[in-house]
């Protein structure tokens, strides 16, 4: 006999009426005992009920019905005979078994084999062995192309941030409690007050009123407060899958050379706002108040250095799980093609273009920390030929009163040298892309090295566009803004392209 609570009784009693509203229980289940010649004889669908009805009254695993191994008739004749109760781990186990849990812990599981690549190791003076992974989790490869896209939104709304003039709204550096945006009316007139003793109000904003401080306030202050909701997507989740094993050796090096390179970012970015807050640019009559074109550039190479690094390592963390798995058809025969002397070549030339790539981008924040895009808003021609004249490229007065050692400051000081060398880097890249747009289409390359190769050269055809249009058009905030998204579009298809051609690594066995 089994014995049941007054509960779970009624619950049985439930449940059969449920299923057949006309039919009623034996009494020995009305008096709290069954037995197991009643339970045999009862119909499958009752006892799918009794075993519903008593894991909710006595055991509540609800959750596990799925699985269907406690809905048979055996399973709960063994619980109604005194079996042990499943625990939260193998109820957790279960539910994670059916499913799109099955695919989300596939991900996470660091057991099984094939998706890790663990290769076993022993510990010294011990009788057990450990694993050591090979191959990283999924997700963090998830996690890394999310960490990408977030730095991607940064450099555009960075970038509309500075062709606003909204980023020396904030004077201070309060990485904690400038988190929060002013409410008050006195905080706001604090803020105000603090921007008021900066060149940049009396020699830009002359005579802003306070709501037109508010919004160039707003975009300097999101533009710090998504940087800092970057800092917490990157370094909570880091910390947990290396915690928990998820990542190879090899992973845990690239992880946390990602994160010095975030942690320098947001340094540099302080340290390139400071630079346009000093009092001699109010006490020079020549001087315009913005930051420094240097650190402008040093601040925006580190963010597509980031953005490079996350994408690439997502992309490899995927490719690596793909190959554990064996989901790449035919990787021998793949990676044969990769090794032909003529795909070597082209990929070496895809290197170098990523790299001209990567050099225009910067040249480019160049220009625009000189506002160099206000001069000579005509394409192809600077005045009345290819090139301006000779005095507007190589003049004195950026020699800084020493002509004869530092004329050479006209290459990163002299607003019109500097856009004549993005002009010169723009058209050399587009036309090295075309070149080997041309190339790679005679080539046997795989599937994915194609559709890549022909996006790098879309988007090559729209950066030049965006370029000339921003030119003639005296800087529109929207065509400068696109201008400078695209560019990232265009390096991350060039980075995307030289990862496809990369050869196949082989696992550890």
């Not at 240097?294 to 690439?312: E, F, P």
């Not at 929207?478 to 196949?504: D, F, M």
Request: charged share 15%.
């Amino acid at each position: 006999m089994f014995a049941f609570s007054t509960t779970a009784a009624a619950l049985l009693q439930r449940a059969a009426q449920r299923t057949m509203p006309s039919a009623r229980l034996p009494s020995g289940v009305l008096g709290g005992s069954l037995s197991i010649s009643t339970l045999q004889h009862l119909p499958g669908s009752h006892v799918r009920h009794l075993g519903t009805a008593r894991s909710i009254a006595e055991s509540k695993i609800l959750l596990a019905l799925r699985s269907p191994a406690l809905a048979g008739r055996n399973n709960f004749l063994r619980a109604a005979a005194g079996a042990a109760i499943p625990s939260k781990a193998a109820i957790r186990g279960r539910l994670f078994s059916v499913g799109p849990f099955k695919r989300f812990s596939s991900s996470l599981s660091s057991s099984a084999a094939q998706t890790t690549g663990v290769a076993g190791s022993s510990r010294p003076g011990g009788n057990s062995g450990s694993t050591r992974r090979t191959v990283d989790a999924p997700i963090v490869g998830y996690w890394t192309l999310f960490c990408a896209s977030m730095v991607f939104g940064i450099i555009v709304w960075g970038g509309l941030t500075r062709l606003t003039e909204s980023g020396l709204s904030i004077v201070e550096w309060a990485p904690i409690t400038g988190a929060k945006l002013p409410t008050s009316d006195e905080q706001w007139e604090s803020e105000f007050e603090k921007y008021k003793q900066f060149p940049e109000y009396h020699k830009v904003h002359i005579g802003i009123t306070l709501d037109d401080f508010k919004k160039i306030y707003f975009m300097e202050w999101f533009h710090r407060n998504i940087g800092r909701l970057f800092g917490i997507v990157y370094l909570v989740p880091a910390a947990y899958f290396v915690s928990k094993g998820m990542v190879s050796r090899s992973g845990i090096a690239k992880i946390g050379g990602l994160g010095l390179l975030l942690l320098g970012q947001g340094a540099m970015g302080w340290y390139m706002v400071a630079s346009g807050l000093e009092k001699e640019l109010g006490e020079r009559p020549d001087a315009v108040p913005r930051v420094s074109q240097y650190r402008l550039t040093s601040h925006l190479s580190l963010a597509y250095l980031l953005y490079a690094g996350l994408s690439l390592y997502g992309w490899n963390v995927f490719r690596a799980n793909r190959l554990a798995r064996n989901k790449i058809a035919n990787p021998e025969a793949l990676r044969a093609l990769m090794l032909k002397p003529s795909v070597v070549s082209f990929r070496r030339k895809i290197t170098a273009a990523t790299l001209l790539v990567g050099t225009t981008c910067l040249s480019g924040a160049m220009v625009a920390g000189l506002d160099a895009g206000l001069y000579y808003n005509e394409f192809p021609t600077m005045g009345e030929g290819l090139t301006p004249p000779l005095i507007d490229l190589w003049n004195k007065y950026y020699a800084r009163g020493k002509p004869e050692s530092d004329m050479w400051r006209n290459l990163t000081e002299n607003p019109v040298t500097v856009q004549l060398e993005h002009r010169v880097l723009a058209m050399t890249t587009f036309f090295t892309l075309s070149a080997l747009w041309w190339q790679g289409r005679r080539l046997p390359l795989p599937r994915a090295a194609r559709v890549m190769l022909h996006t790098m050269y879309g988007f090559a055809w729209l950066q030049v566009a965006l370029g000339i249009s921003t030119l003639v058009n005296f800087v529109p905030v929207a065509y400068a803004s696109a201008h400078q998204a695209n560019s990232v579009l265009l390096l991350a298809s060039a980075l995307g392209l030289y990862h496809t051609l990369r050869p196949l690594k082989l696992l550890p066995k």
